[in-house]
Structure formats: C-alpha cells, structure tokens
C-alpha cells in the first residue's frame, strides 16, 4: 500500500508558475513505482499531464504539458514534484499524484494503483 499527499497548489495569475509536490509512504521500495500526475477540471474527465520512471531516467508528457511543465523525483525523499511555467487559465483543475507498481511510465489513469487526494491549482486570467 502506498499513501499520497499533494501539496503547493494555490492561486496564480496567467502567465505565472507554480510546483506541486507528492510525498509518498508505505512502500519501501519507492524507486521500483512509476510515478505520475494526472488533472481533472470541472465536468471533465481526468487527463494524463507527465510521467516518470521508477529510476527517474526516462519521462513522458502530454502535448498540454510539454515545454511548459518538468516533472521531477527525489527517491531520497520519496517525492515527485511538478514544475509547472507559464501557467493559463485552463490550466485550472484539481491535480492528482499517482503511483503504480511497476517501472514504466504509463499514461493512462487505469494503470495506477494508489492515487493521493489531489491539489487544487487556480490560474486566474
């Protein structure tokens, strides 16, 4: 079993950055999950935002994210953490740390095994 808790999000203005964070217990072994962000906005569904390997190598983003968001891991900490610049308005949604029992950066949300409670994030126009 492995907990998640988002932290950072908040309020930004267009234009503006912000990082959020995910700190992960429970599992001993945090370097063998995949770890992920994920983002669903009112009346839509959950979409994928980035990825990364278990040993942080490799990484994979969504078209809305490339250029503009860097996920990143710290296997010391147990944390993955989002850099996310130049942030617009419909950036805005609840954002969600998600983790999986395996290597690979998978993109689909089904492929996730724990998820934490989600991080609001707000950009204002």
């Known amino acids: 079993q492995v907990q998640l808790v988002e932290s950072g999000g908040g309020l930004v203005q267009a234009g503006g950055s912000l990082r959020i964070s995910c700190a992960a217990s429970g599992r001993p072994s945090f370097s063998t999950n995949a770890m992920a962000w994920f983002r669903q906005a009112p009346g839509k569904e959950r979409e994928f935002v980035a990825a990364?390997?278990?040993?942080?190598?490799?990484?994979s983003y969504a078209d809305l994210a490339k250029g503009r968001f860097t996920i990143s891991r710290d296997n010391t900490k147990n944390t993955v953490d989002l850099q996310m610049n130049s942030l617009k308005p419909d950036d805005t949604a609840v954002y969600y740390c998600?983790?999986?029992?395996?290597?690979?950066?998978?993109?689909?949300?089904?492929?996730?095994?724990?998820w934490g409670q989600g991080t609001q994030v707000t950009v204002s126009s």
């Open positions: 998600a983790a999986r029992g395996g290597q690979i950066d998978e993109t689909k949300p089904s492929r996730y095994d724990w």
């Open positions: 990364i390997t278990g040993n942080g190598y490799s990484t």
